[in-house]
C-alpha cells in the first residue's frame, strides 16, 4: 500500500465552487441570526471577508434569493426579509 493510500482522508467528488461556498456561508449567518432580518449584505465587504470576487457573491445571492432566504432589491442589493407567520409554517 503506498503512502498516499494510506492518508484518512478520501475524495468525495469535485471541490465545491466559490458560489456554494459563499452560499453556505450566507445561509449558516441568516439561520444562526448572524444576518438579522432587515440586514443589507453588501458585496464588497463580503467579497474581502471571503476572499472572492463579486461575481460568486452576486450568484450566491441569488440562490438564496430563490430559496427565499434573501431579498433582492433592484438598485439596493440584498436583504435578509423579516420572517412572516406564513414562513414558519
Known amino acids: 500500500m503506498s503512502t498516499l493510500e494510506r492518508l484518512p482522508f478520501r475524495s468525495r467528488g469535485p471541490a465545491p465552487s466559490n458560489t456554494e ?3 453556505e456561508a450566507l445561509r ?3 439561520v ?16 474581502e471577508q471571503l476572499g472572492v470576487s463579486r461575481g460568486p457573491i452576486r450568484d450566491a445571492l441569488r440562490l438564496l434569493a430563490h430559496d427565499g432566504l434573501v431579498t433582492i432589491i433592484p438598485n439596493r442589493g440584498a436583504v ?3 420572517p412572516t407567520s406564513a414562513d414558519v409554517l
Not at 444562526?32 to 467579497?47: T, V
Open 21 to 23: 461556498v459563499v452560499a
Open 32 to 47: 444562526k441570526g448572524w444576518l438579522p432580518p432587515g440586514e443589507r449584505i453588501k458585496e464588497i465587504p463580503l467579497a
Open 80 to 82: 435578509v426579509p423579516t
Open 28 to 30: 449558516e449567518a441568516i
